[in-house]
């Protein structure tokens, strides 16, 4: 990375957009936070 606050960003937003989003959590009954979050709502 050019720049340390360019890797944090970069890290920040794959932790935050892609993975945190997707990955499974056993505390939402195996859904992903998007997934809970969208049974919650409806």
């Known amino acids: 990375f ?6 944090r960003t970069v890290v ?3 932790i935050e957009c ?3 989003r997707w990955r499974r ?3 939402c009954g195996g859904l ?7 049974q919650n709502l409806a």
């Open 2 to 7: 050019a720049s340390r606050e360019i890797m």
């Open 12 to 14: 920040f937003n794959y």
């Open 18 to 20: 892609d993975y945190n």
């Open 25 to 27: 959590h056993s505390a």
């Open 32 to 38: 992903s936070p998007e997934q809970f979050e969208n």
